[in-house]
């Protein structure tokens, strides 16, 4: 008889998952959860079925660009997959954006629309780079106070009615540079009032397909640099669905995202409103970079979940040397050991989630608000590391299948290793870290944050396990405080290490404190192991 190998399969993505499951139900009041619980449920369906099908099925398409027509007009024009088609409209309707706007469960909505967003991501190959841009973009326009625009633009960014529903772009990456924007060369000619038309060239331009973008550009008479430069907002097509003096010279050949159209632009008189004043465009533009970092992070934790999830279906069914690799001690210390960086990761994405949403609703106190602006950079980066050392090992725990593209495995990798580079890479991020902690000089706010998260601890190996928190963030105050003391560069080329060491220490700090709720609650001791697990794995990462 031949041997026929059973592959991976997925079940309800939300059913199944005990992180997120107890995660909602520490965070979320009981009558909340039952209230948002079914979308909860049908996301999780969408993503384990007809969504991860057809994410199998349109594996090799990819999105097209036609530049010309048959009579010779530049008409430029992207066509998605059918993938990314069937995801913006379920996005629209499912308020994948919409959630966190319509605030019907106060600053918890943020986390509800996290979580939405957690389940869709895994199976729409990066349909969360566009709508993580749509969000940022409200957010931004919304911060503006420019009315004018938050009545043109908003209602469409956040609408459930699909039809209505836009997307945004986000073009700050040219040619001189991604991470030292201040260089950009593209030039804003003042029009009347707040128009301009917009002359230059972006570099990397994600989802083309989107109906506006905010980008930067420089007024003409402004200083160079980064305070120079003018945050705009453009509307891509016409009435005829062309673009508005926009070419759109190639679309990028890239390892991963490849559902992504991220193209490159020539902007020839491109007409372009002002949002926010003539300068300090970088500044104006934050809100929409925090709202993408903590996509981003989300992302991560995504794709982090969702190749453990195959791989345990998988090693259920695999058999070597006598019996399944889930009986297998060494197959399932490995799976375990990536379930520990997992699950402390999304514990700080979500936690970030949560106060980005207390921020969004007016409900933050001042060492929440510094815990925010310090933590975003830091949990951006410190998940996006992980999930690609996690999908890596993904990959490996299926043997050859891990290495082969119609098991739809190593998708996750590669889409796993844009996120340590946009958004602000690793390095970048790290010196944010340094600039967050301005003035204060030290950490000592994060230090009594993960004090109050141990008041609740009695298990005592997780107040063993919570000494090594502690141990880890003296470490960084430490060095921090020498460092400041020392030559810049010292405090520069140690920035890595110090950002990576905060965010794994309030990874395991967040990790022991739903450990001990979900012992006390559910009497449940797996988030228990893997916070014990994350400890040994290496938690400061600081050299001298
Ligand atoms: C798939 C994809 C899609 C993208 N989509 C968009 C988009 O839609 N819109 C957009 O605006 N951009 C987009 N980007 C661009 C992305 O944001 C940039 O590539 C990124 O910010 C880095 O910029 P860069 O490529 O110019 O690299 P550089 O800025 O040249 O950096 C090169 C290296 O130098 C390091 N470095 C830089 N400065 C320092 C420093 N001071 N100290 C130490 N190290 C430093 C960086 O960490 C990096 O490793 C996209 C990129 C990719 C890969």
Redesign the pocket.
Known sequence: MTFQQAPPTLGNQYEDDRVLRSYLARVFPGEVLSEIGPSLIEMGRLAGAELYQLQLADRLNEPKLTQWDAWGNRVDRIELTPLWQLAERIAAEHGLVATAYERKHGSLSRVHQCALAYLFTPSTDIYSCPLA?TDGAARTLLASGNQKLIERAVPHLITREPSEFWTA?????ELT????VGLSETTAKQERDSEFRLYGR??????IASQIALTLARPEGNPPGGRGLALFYIETRDEHGRPRNIEINRL?D?LG?RK?P?AELTLNGTPAQLVMGTTDGVRNITPLLNITRLWNGISAVALMRRGLALAFDYAGKRVAFGSTLAEKALHMDTLLGLQAEAEAAFQLAFYVAELTGQNEAGEIGEDDAWLLRLLTPIMKLTTAKQAVAVTSEVLESFGGAGYVEDTGLPVLLRDSQ?LP????????LA?DTLRAIGTTESIAPLLSATTRLFESLHDPTLLDVARVVTAALNHAESWLREAQAADRSVL?AGARRFALTLGRATELALLIRQAQWSEDHEQDKRSGASARRFAQAGVDLITG
């Open positions: 841009m772009g986000q073009w700050m990456t540079g991604g991470s030292d972006k570099w990397f331009t994600s989802a990028k890239k995202t992504v991220t844009v580079i946009w958004e602000g890479t690793t390095n970048v010196l520069e």
